[in-house]
């Protein structure tokens, strides 16, 4: 809570050291303070410790081990921390934040299938229609939909756009 991370990890590990049960708090306290050090591969462990139940503890290490495992390039265990910090119930903004970057490794991660990719990033644009992100999800829902050869969905996700860039109209031409 001061912000002296450096201090909080020595003082987590010499707890841990001298007994005390680590657990869902103090496992936050040192995944999050890890996480500040930018010591991402050694938050990861106590941050997962903290990961399962429905609440706002949960959303908060999840959203950061999401960024943890994003830094040391595993998109996909980062896609799925994104996944379980999307719920809306707790921090309005983490839970914006984490759907778009879901949704976003849906689509990078989709291996020729993109139908979650698709159901992501709807449910995005649909929460969601004032962000500043919708263009950019936009964007990977059209070429979700052309990816998967669904061009009839393509083509309606393309005139839905009030006012569509160069890409997305050629993207409109090829469909047509």
Known sequence: QLD???????????????GGEMGRVENYIM?????????????VEPLRAVAGADDMLTQNASYHLA??????????????SFAM??????????AEDALFN?????????????NEAINVLTRYIEKYPSSERVGEARTLLIA??????????????IKSIASPNNDELLALQKIA
């Open 31 to 43: 995944g999050y303070s890890l996480y500040r050090l930018a010591r991402y591969d050694e938050a």
């Open 85 to 94: 910090s999307s719920s809306d119930g707790y921090d309005a903004a983490i």
């Open 144 to 157: 979700a939909y052309y990816n998967s050869n669904n061009y009839a969905e393509a083509y309606d996700a």
């Open 102 to 114: 879901y949704g976003k490794l849906q689509y990078e991660l989709g291996g020729g299938v993109f």
């Open 4 to 18: 002296d991370y450096n201090a909080a990890v020595k003082y987590m590990n010499s707890y841990k050291s001298r």
């Open 67 to 80: 960024d943890c495992y994003l830094r040391m390039g595993d998109k996909q265990n980062a896609m799925y």
